[in-house]
């Protein structure tokens, strides 16, 4: 079990908006660590997505957004495509574990 | 531009050691705030963050797997190396090296595009 929880799956058909939901505690997002996105698609390794939050690095469609509040972060896709078919997990770090630790991913269909 | 790329054994027997080797380009891991790390992935499961090494060569493991993992440098060489010993088939994975930039709390911006390891006798 992962030290951040994701849901499992999430769907939406083209065009709608969906989030996918990230809970830590209060030795990671709630200690105010910073909370990044990744999007791996299958068969290819994870790229970045959202960082600090809520950046986009360059080249990111600013159909992704993401956000946080107390010890969840979410990220939000909105105007949902088929190529946005994928794993999404996020990433923080734990102070008591005194390190880097990953959700546990959400698989994104698009219906 | 900055590029990571693993190598090392597809197949490892149980109980050996397994070495990998992350070779780097478009930066220098002796500039301050660098960092690379190690993660895997299980077939169909999680990443999993393994270890860190810093510019000034400071090195951070997994709790869970401290006892069995030692990272390395060759910065002549731009290479970070992973070694995890007795392997078991648990641990088969497609392990990822990939770059921070000052410390753990910060996202990987690289990704090399990962080595599968099979552990199996």
């Known amino acids: 079990q992962s030290v951040l929880t994701q849901p499992p799956s999430v769907s939406g058909a083209p065009g709608q908006r969906v989030t996918i939901s990230c809970t830590g505690s209060?030795?990671?997002?709630?200690?105010?660590?910073?909370v990044h996105w990744y999007q791996q698609l299958p068969g290819t390794a994870p790229r970045l997505l959202i960082y600090?939050?809520?950046n986009r690095p360059s080249g990111v469609p600013d159909r992704f957004s993401g956000s946080k509040s107390g010890t969840s972060a979410s990220l939000a896709i909105a105007g949902l495509q088929s190529e946005d078919e994928a794993d999404y997990y996020c990433?923080?770090?734990?102070?008591?574990?005194?390190?880097?630790?990953f959700g546990g991913g959400t698989k994104l269909t698009v219906l | 531009q900055v590029t990571l790329r693993e190598s090392g054994p597809a197949l490892v027997r149980p109980t050996q050691t397994l070495t990998l080797t992350c070779t780097f380009s478009?930066?220098?891991?002796?500039?301050?705030?660098?960092?690379v790390s190690w993660i895997r992935q299980p077939p169909g499961k999680a990443l999993e963050w393994l270890a860190r090494?810093?510019?000034?060569?400071?090195?951070y493991y997994s709790t869970s797997l401290k006892t069995r993992l030692t990272i390395s440098r060759d910065t002549s060489k731009n290479q970070v190396v992973l070694t995890v010993t007795n392997m078991d088939p648990l641990d088969t994975a497609t392990y990822y090296c990939?770059?921070?930039?000052?410390?753990?709390?910060?996202?990987?911006?690289?990704w090399g595009q990962g080595a599968l390891v099979t552990v199996s006798s």
């Open positions: 990939a770059r921070q930039m000052m410390g753990g709390s910060k996202p990987f911006d690289f």
């Open positions: 478009g930066f220098s891991l002796s500039t301050s705030g660098m960092c």
């Open positions: 090494i810093d510019w000034d060569d400071d090195k």
């Open positions: 209060f030795s990671n997002i709630g200690a105010r660590y910073d």
């Open positions: 600090g939050d809520t």
């Open positions: 990433q923080s770090y734990d102070s008591s574990l005194r390190s880097t630790v």
